[in-house]
């Protein structure tokens, strides 16, 4: 018996029971309903390939700036921005603040940026996150002492900005 089936054989909740706060949703956007999406959350997880090819996956902080690049900063010993300098096909998962709030998949073509190269795509990736900087020469310099490097992502794809839970299939028409 298909899933399908299985399916129609399942008794409808009604629409007015409490589950239904909590149904499941994929919505598709284009680029600019991805950058709505995105503007606010900054909690993600990269997902960079090993050399043995196994995915490995980084809590971060992130921003997409202006021109709709992903923006992440890290230290280039990291694992993540070796790994990003080896292989640039990178992946992104996009949270909200609840682990059941919506989230989105981004893939993308990394580049690690190194100082001073990175200097101004520091300052976009500030933006992005925490608006503008009271010394932005000052903020360059801390960036140039601490050793980071920036990890910039095109995105080339992405997912529907998704919610868990129950299917709609499960509710009453």
């Given at each position: 018996?298909?899933?399908?089936?299985?399916?129609?054989?399942?008794?409808?909740?009604?629409k007015?029971?409490?589950?239904?706060?909590y149904?499941?949703?994929?919505?598709?956007?284009?680029?600019?309903?991805?950058?709505?999406?995105?503007?606010?959350?900054?909690?993600?997880i990269l997902?960079?390939?090993?050399?043995?090819g196994?995915?490995?996956?980084?809590?971060?902080?992130?921003?997409?700036t202006?021109a709709?690049?992903?923006?992440?900063?890290?230290?280039?010993?990291?694992?993540?921005?070796?790994?990003?300098?080896r292989?640039?096909?990178?992946?992104?998962?996009?949270?909200?603040?609840?682990?059941?709030?919506?989230?989105?998949?981004?893939?993308?073509?990394?580049?690690v940026?190194?100082?001073?190269?990175?200097?101004?795509?520091?300052?976009?990736?500030?933006?992005?996150?925490?608006?503008?900087?009271?010394?932005?020469?000052?903020?360059?310099?801390?960036?140039?002492?601490?050793?980071?490097?920036?990890?910039?992502?095109?995105?080339?794809?992405?997912?529907?900005?998704?919610?868990?839970g129950?299917?709609?299939?499960?509710?009453?028409?």
């Amino acid at each position: 018996m298909s899933w399908k089936s299985r399916v129609r054989l399942v008794k409808k909740i009604p629409k007015d029971d409490p589950r239904a706060r909590y149904t499941s949703s994929d919505i598709e956007v284009d680029l600019e309903g991805l950058a709505a999406f995105v503007g606010d959350r900054h909690r993600w997880i990269l997902a960079t390939t090993r050399a043995d090819g196994r995915p490995q996956m980084s809590l971060v902080t992130g921003g997409m700036t202006a021109a709709g690049e992903l923006a992440i900063a890290t230290y280039p010993e990291r694992v993540k921005a070796r790994n990003a300098r080896r292989n640039p096909l990178v992946s992104v998962a996009v949270m909200g603040e609840e682990f059941n709030d919506q989230w989105v998949q981004i893939d993308g073509t990394a580049e690690v940026l190194d100082m001073p190269e990175a200097a101004d795509g520091f300052v976009e990736y500030y933006r992005c996150i925490s608006g503008e900087h009271p010394d932005w020469d000052e903020y360059r310099q801390a960036m140039a002492d601490q050793g980071k490097c920036l990890i910039m992502i095109e995105p080339t794809r992405w997912s529907p900005v998704s919610k868990g839970g129950f299917p709609p299939s499960l509710f009453d028409d």
